[in-house]
């Protein structure tokens, strides 16, 4: 809900721009990652998910990018909307279909109309 | 679409209240998780389960007990809830072999 955007990196947009939302992660080992938008009120909320065998993976107007060599993910969404506004998190995962997702703790995405 | 849904969007408890969270999933995945979620912590892991009537210490099961009767359902228990289990309470889901995680839109509780 609201106090889920508390004390978190902000990123303040305009409407029509693309916006990049970044995450380190902790896990060299990490195969697997996913980016999460979780709307005011509501629960997290699957985006696009890439392997590390890939740096680079486009969906719907967003795109994700891996950079192994100093654990970095990036999201990119083009053409920001008001509807883009949310807290995003970024998810990895090290233990194959046995392991467990580790959370960031998210940035919070701000569209100025 | 998977579907992911939680008994309750906003509960209100007294402390030393036992408090039963519901989540039910329809897509026939073995696994499934309860996380809460604060402001500045990020998602912290409670418990989770791999089978019925199988279940796992998360990161924080402290306060917590699960049950797992049916493959659909995943049930939180605070069996004395008490004003630091006021959190946002999230439940997810995930097909076995699978990687994703799939979540409820959440419980805000308030232990009063």
């Known amino acids: 809900g609201e106090s889920v955007g508390l004390h978190l990196p902000t990123l303040s947009v305009q409407e029509g721009d693309n916006s990049i939302i970044n995450c380190a992660y902790s896990?060299?080992?990490?195969?697997?990652f996913i980016w999460y938008k979780q709307e005011s009120g509501k629960g997290p909320q699957f985006i696009i998910d890439?392997?590390?065998?890939?740096d680079k993976r486009q969906g719907q107007r967003v795109t994700v990018l891996l950079n192994k060599t100093v654990k970095h993910l990036s999201l990119q969404i083009a053409a920001t909307q008001p509807g883009d506004s949310a807290v995003y998190f970024c998810?990895?995962?090290?233990?194959?279909?046995?392991?467990?997702?580790?959370f960031g703790k998210g940035t919070k995405l701000s569209v100025k109309p | 679409d998977v579907k992911v849904t939680q008994s309750s969007r906003y509960l209100v408890k007294r402390t030393g209240e036992k408090v039963f969270l519901e989540c039910v999933q329809d897509?026939?995945?073995?696994?499934m998780f309860w996380y809460r979620q604060d402001p500045g912590l990020g998602l912290r892991l409670i418990y989770f389960?791999?089978?019925?009537?199988?279940?796992e210490k998360g990161d924080i099961p402290e306060g917590y007990s699960v049950s797992r009767e049916k493959k659909e359902r995943f049930s939180l228990i605070l069996e004395s809830a008490s004003t630091n289990q006021t959190s946002m309470y999230l439940c997810?889901?995930?097909?076995?072999?699978?990687?994703?995680?799939?979540f409820g839109p959440g419980t805000r509780l308030l232990v009063l």
């Open positions: 897509m026939d995945h073995e696994n």
């Open positions: 997810a889901s995930r097909p076995q072999g699978g990687e994703t995680q799939y």
């Open positions: 890439i392997r590390s065998n890939m």
């Open positions: 389960s791999y089978d019925v009537k199988m279940k």
């Open positions: 896990n060299s080992a990490s195969d697997y």
């Open positions: 998810a990895e995962n090290y233990g194959g279909s046995q392991g467990n997702l580790i």
